[in-house]
């Protein structure tokens, strides 16, 4: 294999072969000729797989598991809803997530709503649609309960240093600006014990795109010391400890899946070790990433080459479709999505339309030649892609479909010019000469 030929590879119902990048066994090429291009292009069937894998593996070693979906990795309605069908709960941070996790069927009793910084708008949103509440600040509590009582309480603790998850994203330590102290958790747990308030969590977010099982562990022993603290100074038992997300999936040809039956094995291991028996509580997961990062794949075409040193391939999509790259120097795979071409491969920069240097997909990758109206492939897109999407540069944003063995269905629209205008009062025609 010469430099720069590996691929990450991709999940089923995915594949590459002599029809280019097919789903299903039938060539994205044809999803795209119908829907056009820039196009988020997710598979039901892996959305699903995934849950059910994370569920096999946690089953058995815990038997109140709950998985409750992060709703902001992608909040399309329709993908919410197939989360739901797979018995998922959500993991909220905004009122518009709220609404759209209820109206895909799911129940108060399994969301949870989470904001750092919350507006009193916010809060009152989460208040009346009952459910639980996370607060990032026990500093909160008493804002929170001029509002409403919640139906049931936790804390965000930071865990600490720990390492930063890819991207160097990192989630805590001081440095970060979420969660609090266990000693700053355990004053907001009395306060709102003292107010007649009687269920209660515990949460922390250990990270991101986290690919070593042993981290769990860590994850595990600091929820469990937490669980016996807050049990022992202030009497309140905790209903559930939620671990986060942070459940990380391979973005890059040589990362390793993160094997699900050792990271569930750790985690309820480092639980037990610090006292917490089996099912003492309910143990949750608010996976984004996990769930539907490997579900989709961004199509987009090629518009112009500008040959180098170095090579830039311009293509439809660009930070605005996809932002992680520009964001954070994340690395999505690029696939040439058509039938296969032979000949030297070059190093080439793909990038996109915004008047932007930062606006590059993917840097220093070895790609055939490509020519205008090329078909290439971004992968592991699902997650944080269509959700950080913007009108950037005054363009609208991209269709998504979602794509079964029996065909593919609009999930959304793309954008018309219309849309970018939205809101805007319709301005009166200027007089005189054109
Ligand atoms: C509170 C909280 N829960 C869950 C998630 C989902 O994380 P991931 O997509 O890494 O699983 C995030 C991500 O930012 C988060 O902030």
Known sequence: MTPGEERTALPEPFATGPDGV?????????????????????????????????????????????????????????????????????????????????????????????????????????????LAINLDDPALVERLFRLGQPSRLSFRLNPGPTEAGAEGLRFSGRQSKFGSSLGAALRGYRWARDRGLRRFGLHTMPG???????????????????????????????????????????YRPRERPLDLNRTAREL??????????????????????LLVADSTLLLTRVTHVKPGPPNFVGVDAGMHTLLRPALYGAYHEVYVAGAPRSGPRRRTIVTGPICENTDVLAR??????????????????????????????????????????RGARLIRRRETFEDLLVGVPASPRPRGRP
């Open 22 to 130: 097919t789903v299903h066994g039938r060539p994205v090429a044809e999803w795209a000729g119908r829907f056009g291009t820039p196009l988020y292009l997710t598979a039901e069937h892996r959305v699903r797989e995934n849950v059910r894998r994370l569920r096999a593996a946690f089953a058995p070693c815990w038997p109140t598991y709950r998985i409750l979906y992060a709703v902001k990795a992608n909040s399309n309605p329709a993908i919410v809803r197939l989360l739901r069908e797979e018995g998922c709960g959500a993991d909220c941070s905004s009122a518009a997530e709220i609404r759209i996790a209820r109206e895909a069927g799911v129940p108060a009793a399994e969301m949870l709503y989470t904001a750092a910084y919350p507006s009193d708008g916010e809060l009152g949103a989460a208040l009346d649609a009952g």
């Open 208 to 250: 991101s795109n986290i690919l070593k099982p042993r981290h769990f562990g860590g994850v595990g022993r600091f929820l469990g010391r937490a669980a016996r603290r807050v049990a022992r100074a202030t009497g309140v038992a905790p209903e559930f400890a939620d671990a986060g997300g942070g459940l990380g999936v391979p």
């Open 268 to 289: 309820t291991d480092g639980l037990r070790r610090e006292g917490s028996p089996a099912g003492g509580f309910e143990l949750w997961n608010e996976p984004g990433r």
């Open 364 to 405: 220093g990758r070895y790609l055939p030649e490509l020519r205008p109206g090329d078909l290439l492939a971004l992968g592991t897109a699902g997650a944080y892609g269509f959700a950080m999407a913007s009108q950037y540069n005054t363009r609208p944003r991209p269709a998504e479909i979602l794509v079964s063995p």
